[in-house]
Structures are given as structure tokens and as C-alpha cells.
């Protein structure tokens, strides 16, 4: 047997071992069943190869060769399929298709239109290809290439912490066409190398070691950043040096291909145990070179007497640098819980900050999970914060057997503040000189002391987090001034609209009581102006009403063309008033699932105001038009408004989206109120689609309104303006 056939068979040997640890982290995810299916596909590949390189008749070679074929068949579409589940794209039930085909590629690999023969190379059988063979190598060329454009495409849309699976299914799929490739030289009938005239190596089931690796960490990777696997320190210390020993594995098989009289069987396994063996002991004196720091013998004691496992520190550092990315409280403090409880594994621990709409310092996370809960005893001036302010220390032991002789009386002050906590650790957040918040840590679960290295950890966590929060901080403050000017807007806007209509009303009551026994003309003139008020303002009243609640859309199946008809029905004695036509070229019927009269409420306001704005015999244009479908299942229809009024200056279009704006000051009835185009942009939010102004002052206004055929709930939109353009 030939050196080169250990290389098929340590790469079986060594993706059963890590598909069976794959499955058995979680039976029941689809995930780990897609990816059996795929590692069985490489152990049989693998393992046909191996005994390819073995055996001496060509009918033994002939049965192999067909088995190895079974698994290298469903290697392509078990690979697209993990490439879905892992890019977090839907997986539709045409899947099915797709195995069937190659279930049925699979039925004719047992006849000779698959695998027509065998051909001796030499130093090993490879199979002749048969048409069957030819049909399936464009098959799987089609299926790679779209699982890389699938996952090239999904990761440019994950978050940073997501994109290493991506990446690294990238990088598994590289190897695959890069190496595969090599592999099949012999089918096509090449049995050396040009040039170099030496055999052709089986690198593909070289890769294929490294490509079970790569595939399974994407998979794993999942459970990796929801804390559930944990390795032991000597399961880490294993993969290790295993990992050193595939590279070393390989190296001397590749000398052997170039150097084929140089090795003994003695030789090459006595090489391998010395690489594995030297490699042990710089484990255990140069650490570093095993990335576990320098506190090995620290680790090594702590572990021998208390049994304490250390790897979570390289999750810590990954969290670290991750912390930078995160722009949304809940979301870091969500990670943070995972990180403290399922990594550290602490008993207890609790997040303090201070409240900005309250100003008083408040419980806002914590384990065991309870009540946000205020402490007005803990302020700006209290003991602890004044000990940091004071002092260089960076953190606060509670625990005796981390506390230095000679306590203070503002050490023990502060300790005696938040004893009732009980932590064994005590960290700061401060923005500049100003402290907002604090985090409690408690004693880990396991009963194992904290080392110098851990809080040392803790305290480049702390401050990393200081800085996140302080700007998440600053930003919320920002909303809430903002806030607090769209509320005094509204409120002066409603003052001075309110005020004018109940000044007539307002009148009217005082002339009806002074003349209640006399003359009611004057009254009589007020009135048919009381009422219209009266009305408008609860028109007003109606609107503002609509703005601040939420509605839920009751969706249903309509023409969206028979819609623009009805609204320009109701339009048309407002028409016929300004001498305005409205123009509808012609649609075919289009069905839109949609809130017909929510979305009618939309339209109509939309075309009342090109109606205001347009001067006398003008024409407003109403379009309709099917736009090209982004994905799959995601049809939309736009509709287009269009004026030729005066148009809008660039300083108001700004200021569309605010509410309670407007431009509209012809009167009681006329005048806007400055919600009509707030209310469309929440309809339109409401049904996942997207509204856009565009005007230019002298040449008229165009509103876009694009809408999803198939409605789909929205995600709640953000806090950003609707789009204008000038």
C-alpha cells in the first residue's frame, strides 16, 4: 500500500469523528442532520478512494470506484443546502427538486452510462467517466457556483459578529473547485503532472481534511455565539495538537510523492510521533505558541486543585472586539447576559446606569432575572463613585480573600452600600469624569476564584462598554430632545389652530346669551361658521388621533387600479371646484394585498394636495406601473402622483416629514393641518412599502408611492425621514 493512500483515509477517519461531534452538540437542529448527510458524503468519498489506491483487480476497483461516487454525488447539494441554513436564507420546499435530482444521478452511478470502466494509473485505479458522469459535473459546477454567489451576496447584509460562518463556507467552497479540480485530472485521462512529469497527488482528499474543518466550524459557529458549546481544557489542548498533526501528516506525504525512495515505513510514522511529541512539550514550556497567554501554570494549578476551565477567555477577548459594532442597548445587554452566565458562568451579576428621564440610578439588568428596580440611596456623590474618582483603582473587591489589609472608611463605606447585592466585584462606567453606572459581578458558579487575568479581562470589558453605552446614552438623549421639540411644535401649532376655530364659536355663545330675549341676527350669521368649525375641529382631533395610535391593517386582495379610480371619484367635486382634471393612463387590472381603506385614506390625501397645488385647467397625473421584482416572491407596484404646480422649495421639502407642518393657509376649511403626509408615510410603513417626494419650485411635485404585491408585516421602521429630493 502506498504512502498516498493514508491520505483518503485520515480524511475519513477524521470527518466521521467530526461529524459524529457535530450531531451529538444538538440532535434535533436541522442544521447538524444537513451537515451529517454531508460529512457521511466525504467518509464515503474518502473511503472509496482509499480502497481505490489498494486494491489490484480491476472489478474490485470498479465497486469502489462506484461506491466513492455515491458520496462525492451528494456532496454539491448537501453543501448548497448548509449554505442556506447557515446564510440564514429561507429554505423553500424546492429543495426537495434538487435532491431528487441527484437521487436519481445517484440510481445511475449503478450502471455503466455513470462510471463506464476503470483505468490503471500505475499507482492507482481512477475511473472512466461515462455521459451520466459528464451530466453531473455540470450539475455540481451550477450548484457551487450559486452557493458562492448565495453567501458572497448574504454576507455583505449580516452583522459583523455573523459573517466568519460566511466566510469560512466561502473559503470551503474555494478549496473545493481549487482541489476538486485536481482530482479529476485522471478521469480526464492525465496521470501525472505536465512539466514536472510526477503522478498526480490526491490533494482533493488532502483538502478534504481541512475542508470538513472549515465546514464544520461554520456550523458550529452558531452554537459558538450562543455560549453552548464548551470544550475542556484538555479537549482544546487536543484539537490543537491534532490540527499540528494533520499539517504534519500532510507535509510528509507530500515529500513522499517527490521523494518516494527516501521514507520507511519507520521512518515516516517515527517522524510523525516526534512532531506530535515536540509539539506537546512546547505546549506545556511556550505556551504562547498554543495561544493560552501567560498565565499557564497559573491555569494549570487552579485547574489540578479547583477544576476550573479557562477557554472562556478567548470568547471574552472575541466579545471585546465585537462590543464596537453594536448600536442598540438591548442587543449589547442581551449578549452581555449570554456572556456572564453561559460563558463565565456567574452566579449573579447586575448592570446599574442611570436613568436619564428619572436621573436616579437603576437595577437595568441583571441574574437571576428581576424588576428594574431604583436606587435613590446610590447618587453622583456617593462613596463608591468618589473612591474611583478619588483613586486609581479600577474596580472593588468584596470578597476577603481579594481584599488588601488597611481598609478605608470610604472602601468600607461603599461596600456597605451595595452589600445587599452581593458581589465579589465591583466596576465603574464613567463618561470623562462622570459616572453613570456600575456592574455588580458575583462569584462564578463553579465556586472558583477569579485570577489576575480575569479582571483583567473585566476590566478592558468595562471600559469598552463604557463607551458603547455612553453613546447609546447620548444618542437617546438626542431623540428625546428632538422629542421634546416635535411635542412643542404640536403644540403651539394646535394652540394657534384651536384658538382660531373656537374664537367664532366662542363669540357666538357670547351674542346667543346676551341676546337670549332679544334680536338673534347676529347670531344667526355666526352659526353656518360655528358648525364648519366645529367640524373641523374634529376632523383635527381625528387625525391626530390616527398619528399617535396603531392601527392594525386589515389585509385583503384588491385591484389596486380599481382603488385610484374610487379616489378620484371622491376627488372629483374638489375637481370640478379648482377646474383640475385627474388623468389615469391605462393598467391592466393588478391585485395588491393590502388595507383598501387605509390605503385609500393615503391616496386620496396624496391627490388632494396636487389638487391644491395645482392652478386653474391644470392636469394631475395618476400612474400605475409593475415594478421588476428584486427576489423571488417580491412583486411591487408603484404609483405615481404628479402636479405641475408651483412646487415645493428646498427648505420645505426638508420638512414634509414633520408633523404638524404645512404650507396651507387659505383658511378655516382649506388650511392644513400638517399631518396629511405624516399619516400616508405611516400607512404606507404599515404595508412594508416606502414613500418618496420629489419637487422642483415652478415645474410641479411627484409623490412615489411603491408598494410589495404580497404583503408581508413590516419590520418596525426607523427613526429616519422619508425620502425627498428636489
Not at 462510471?115 to 458522469?133: D, E, I, L, Q
Not at 450559486?146 to 448574504?154: G, M, N
Not at 346676551?514 to 368649525?533: D, I
Amino acid at each position: 500500500m502506498s504512502f498516498s493512500a493514508f491520505i483518503p483515509l485520515t480524511a475519513a477517519i477524521t470527518n466521521l469523528a467530526l461529524t459524529l461531534f457535530v450531531l451529538t452538540r444538538d440532535l434535533r437542529s436541522q442544521l447538524n442532520r444537513v451537515f451529517l448527510l454531508w460529512g457521511l458524503s466525504i467518509v464515503v468519498w474518502n473511503l472509496g478512494t482509499f480502497f481505490m489506491f489498494t486494491v489490484e483487480q480491476p472489478e474490485d476497483a470498479l465497486f469502489w470506484c462506484r461506491f466513492l461516487h455515491f458520496g462525492v454525488i451528494f456532496i454539491p447539494v448537501s453543501m448548497f443546502h448548509l449554505a442556506l441554513l447557515v446564510a440564514q436564507v429561507p429554505v423553500t420546499p424546492r429543495i426537495r427538486w434538487l435532491y431528487g435530482w441527484f437521487a436519481l444521478l445517484a440510481l445511475l452511478n449503478l450502471t455503466p452510462y455513470f462510471t463506464a470502466g476503470v483505468r490503471n494509473a500505475g499507482y492507482a485505479f481512477y475511473s472512466v467517466a461515462g455521459p451520466g458522469f459528464w451530466v453531473f459535473a455540470v450539475s455540481h459546477t451550477v450548484l457551487v457556483l450559486a452557493t458562492i454567489v448565495i453567501l458572497y451576496r448574504k454576507q455583505a447584509r449580516l452583522q459583523r459578529v455573523h459573517r466568519a460562518r460566511i466566510e469560512s463556507m466561502l473559503l470551503a467552497n474555494g478549496i473545493l473547485i481549487l482541489f476538486g479540480f485536481n482530482d479529476i485530472l485522471p478521469i480526464l485521462g492525465y496521470t501525472t503532472y505536465p512539466l514536472i512529469n510526477k503522478p498526480i497527488f490526491p490533494f482533493g482528499s488532502a483538502a478534504a481534511i481541512f475542508y470538513g474543518i472549515i465546514v464544520g466550524y461554520s456550523v458550529l459557529q452558531h452554537h459558538l455565539l450562543d455560549i453552548h458549546v464548551t470544550l475542556g481544557k484538555a479537549a482544546a489542548h487536543a484539537v490543537r495538537l491534532l490540527f499540528l498533526f494533520l499539517v504534519g501528516l500532510l507535509l510528509l506525504l507530500l515529500l513522499n510523492v517527490f521523494r518516494p525512495g527516501e521514507f520507511t515505513g519507520f521512518t515516516f510514522f517515527g517522524s510523525l510521533v516526534v512532531l506530535l511529541v515536540s509539539a506537546l512539550v512546547a505546549s506545556i514550556f511556550f505556551p504562547r505558541l498554543f495561544g493560552k497567554g501567560d498565565e499557564s501554570l497559573e491555569q494549570r494549578i487552579l485547574s489540578d486543585r479547583y477544576g476550573d476551565r479557562f477557554e472562556y477567555h478567548d470568547k471574552v477577548r472575541s466579545f471585546l472586539q465585537e462590543v464596537q459594532f453594536y448600536n442598540n442597548a438591548d442587543l449589547l445587554l442581551n449578549d452581555l447576559d449570554a456572556l456572564f452566565v453561559k460563558t463565565i458562568r456567574v452566579r449573579n451579576y447586575q448592570i446599574i446606569l442611570l436613568d436619564e428621564s428619572t436621573h436616579v440610578f437603576t437595577v437595568f439588568r441583571g441574574h437571576p432575572k428581576a424588576a428594574q428596580a431604583q436606587l435613590p440611596e446610590l447618587r453622583a456623590d456617593s462613596p463608591i463613585f468618589q473612591l474611583f474618582q478619588n483613586t486609581t483603582a479600577t474596580y472593588l473587591a468584596f470578597n476577603l480573600a481579594y481584599i488588601m489589609p488597611g481598609e478605608t472608611e470610604m472602601e468600607r463605606e461603599a461596600r456597605q452600600l451595595l452589600k445587599r447585592f452581593e458581589p465579589e466585584f465591583c466596576f465603574p462606567f464613567f463618561s470623562g469624569d462622570e459616572p453613570f453606572g456600575l456592574l455588580l459581578i458575583g462569584e462564578k458558579t463553579s465556586g472558583t476564584p477569579y485570577t489576575p487575568n480575569d479582571l483583567q479581562l473585566l476590566t478592558r470589558l468595562v471600559k469598552n462598554l463604557s463607551l458603547i453605552l455612553n453613546q447609546i446614552r447620548l444618542k437617546k438623549q438626542v431623540l428625546l430632545a428632538e422629542e421634546l421639540e416635535l411635542l412643542g411644535r404640536m403644540s403651539r401649532g394646535m394652540a394657534h389652530d384651536l384658538n382660531n376655530l373656537l374664537t367664532p364659536v366662542s363669540t357666538f355663545l357670547q351674542i346667543t346669551k346676551e341676546t337670549a330675549n332679544g334680536s338673534t341676527e347676529g347670531a344667526n350669521e355666526l352659526l353656518p361658521t360655528c358648525l364648519r368649525n366645529v367640524g373641523t375641529i374634529q376632523a383635527y382631533v381625528k387625525d391626530a388621533l390616527f398619528f399617535s395610535q396603531n392601527h392594525t391593517v386589515q389585509i385583503s386582495r384588491t385591484p389596486i387600479d380599481q382603488l385610484i379610480h374610487k379616489v378620484i371619484e371622491l376627488a372629483e367635486p374638489k375637481l370640478k371646484r379648482r377646474q383640475v382634471r385627474a388623468e389615469v393612463p391605462e393598467h391592466p387590472p393588478t391585485l395588491v394585498e393590502m388595507d383598501a381603506v387605509l390605503m385609500q385614506r393615503c391616496l386620496g390625501n396624496i391627490l388632494s394636495n396636487a389638487i391644491d397645488a395645482s392652478p386653474v385647467g391644470a392636469t394631475v397625473r395618476i400612474e400605475l406601473q409593475n415594478l421588476a421584482a428584486p427576489e423571488a416572491g417580491r412583486e411591487w407596484v408603484r404609483v405615481r402622483v404628479i402636479d405641475h404646480g408651483e412646487g415645493i422649495s428646498r427648505e420645505n421639502l426638508q420638512r414634509l416629514t414633520s408633523a404638524y407642518f404645512t404650507t396651507k393657509d387659505s383658511g378655516d376649511e382649506n388650511r392644513g393641518f400638517g399631518l396629511g403626509l405624516a399619516i400616508c408615510r405611516k400607512i404606507v410603513h404599515q404595508h412594508g412599502g416606502n414613500l418618496n417626494i420629489a419637487s422642483e419650485e415652478k415645474k410641479g411635485t411627484t409623490v412615489t408611492v411603491d408598494l410589495p404585491v404580497h404583503f408581508a408585516p413590516p419590520s418596525p421602521p426607523p427613526n429616519i425621514p422619508l425620502e425627498v429630493e428636489a
